[in-house]
C-alpha cells in the first residue's frame, strides 16, 4: 500500500520525515497550509485594565463551623418599657434569682409552670446586640437548657404570646437585659374582678410600681384603694411558715418558697389551694381573690401552720361569706415553681 498523498504534508507539519514506506518524500513544499492556521501571536493587548471587579468571594472558609443557630434575640416590651431577651419569636425567657448552671432550683413541679427552654440540635447563637454569653446545660436527667450568663432559661406557662410578661416576679424569675443583667420589674396577674363589669383583660397586668390608683369610683367617703396587684412572700424556713399570720388586701399574690432541704407544702385547712409537695427552692403562689380567712398547714408537717386574712378592699361589697375561697366565685389561681 502507498502512503496517501496527504501523509507528507503532514509529516512536514510536525517536522518529522515519514518514509516508512519506503518512499522519499520529495515534495518541498513549504509549508504550505499551515501559515493558514497560524493563530497571530500577540493578541494585541487591548485588554482594559479591569476596574476592580474582584468583590466577589469573600474568602469562603472551606473548614468553616457549622453555622449557628440564633435561638436569642432583643425585643423591646412594650410592658417592662425596655429591651429584654426573648426567643426568636420573641416569647419572654426567664432566669431565676440564685440559679447558676451547677445550682438549678426549678426541678419537679416548677418545670411544669416554667418550662425550660431546649436548645436546637447543635451550635447556638444570639441575634444582633444580644451582649450576655449563651450557653448549653445538660440537666441531671439529661435534657439540655440554654443559659444566658450561666443562668438558665425558662419560659413561663402563662405567656400565651410574645410580648407577654406574666411571670415577671412570680417565684423569684426575672426577664433578661440584652447582657443578662436582672429585669427587677415584676409584673403581677391582674385580680379578676375590678370593677363591675370592667373587661378586665386578665393580661394587661401592669407593671408594679404600685401606685394605688383610685379608681374613677371615689364616690365612696374612704379614699379606698380599689383592688391593686401586690404580691407578698412567706418563707418556709426551720419547718415554719414565716410569717405565719399575713393579713392582705384582695388580689394580692402571696408566694411560699421553700428554704429548708425538706420538702414542705403549702395546702389550705379549707382546700382551696395546694402546693403539693415543694422542694428546698421551690415556690408556689396563690392569689386571693375572695376576701376571708385562709388557714393553711403543711402535709407531712401538721404542726405547720399558717394564716391569710385577706381584707375587704374598696367597696365594702355585702354579703362575702368569710369562709374560704372556692372554685365557684373567681377564686385564685395558683402556680407551683
Ligand atoms: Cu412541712
Not at 469573600?58 to 429591651?83: E, F, I, S
Request: contains cysteine.
Amino acid at each position: 500500500m502507498r502512503a496517501s498523498v496527504f501523509i507528507p504534508a503532514i509529516a512536514l507539519l510536525l517536522g518529522l520525515a515519514f518514509t516508512a514506506c519506503g518512499q522519499p518524500a520529495p515534495t518541498p513544499t513549504p509549508i504550505p497550509t499551515a501559515t493558514a492556521t497560524r493563530v497571530p501571536p500577540a493578541p494585541t493587548p487591548t485588554a482594559t485594565p479591569k476596574p476592580a471587579t474582584p468583590t466577589a468571594i469573600p474568602a469562603t472558609p472551606t473548614t468553616a463551623p457549622v453555622p449557628a443557630t440564633v435561638v436569642v434575640k432583643v425585643a423591646n416590651n412594650a410592658r417592662l418599657g425596655t429591651d429584654i431577651i426573648t426567643d426568636t419569636a420573641g416569647r419572654t425567657l426567664y432566669a431565676r434569682d440564685g440559679e447558676t448552671s451547677t445550682n438549678i432550683t426549678c426541678t419537679g413541679n416548677c418545670l411544669t409552670n416554667w418550662p425550660q427552654f431546649i436548645p436546637p440540635p447543635g451550635t447556638i447563637g444570639a441575634g444582633p446586640n444580644v451582649t450576655a454569653k449563651l450557653d448549653v446545660l445538660t440537666r441531671q436527667d439529661g435534657t439540655r437548657q440554654v443559659t444566658l450568663n450561666d443562668q438558665p432559661l425558662y419560659y413561663f406557662v402563662r405567656d400565651t404570646d410574645a410580648g407577654s410578661v406574666n411571670g415577671a416576679g412570680l417565684g423569684n424569675f426575672y426577664t433578661r437585659r440584652p447582657d443578662g443583667t436582672k429585669i427587677a420589674i415584676s409584673v403581677q396577674p391582674t385580680p379578676t374582678p375590678t370593677v363591675a363589669g370592667g373587661p378586665t383583660p386578665s393580661a394587661t397586668a401592669t407593671p408594679i410600681p404600685a401606685t394605688p390608683t383610685p379608681t374613677a369610683t371615689t364616690v365612696a367617703p374612704t379614699a379606698t384603694p380599689t383592688t391593686v396587684s401586690q404580691a407578698k412572700s412567706v418563707n418556709i424556713a426551720s419547718f415554719a411558715f414565716s410569717p405565719a399570720s399575713l393579713t392582705v388586701p384582695v388580689g394580692t399574690t402571696v408566694t411560699w418558697t421553700n428554704q429548708d432541704s425538706v420538702t414542705h407544702t403549702v395546702t389550705a385547712d379549707s382546700g382551696a389551694f395546694n402546693s403539693v409537695g415543694l422542694a428546698f427552692g421551690q415556690s408556689f403562689s396563690y392569689t386571693f381573690t375572695t376576701p376571708g380567712t385562709y388557714a393553711y398547714h403543711c402535709t407531712p408537717h401538721p404542726n405547720m401552720k399558717g394564716t391569710v386574712t385577706v381584707a375587704q378592699s374598696g367597696t365594702p361589697s355585702s354579703s362575702t361569706p368569710v369562709t374560704s375561697g372556692d372554685t365557684s366565685s373567681g377564686d385564685g389561681s395558683y402556680y407551683n415553681y
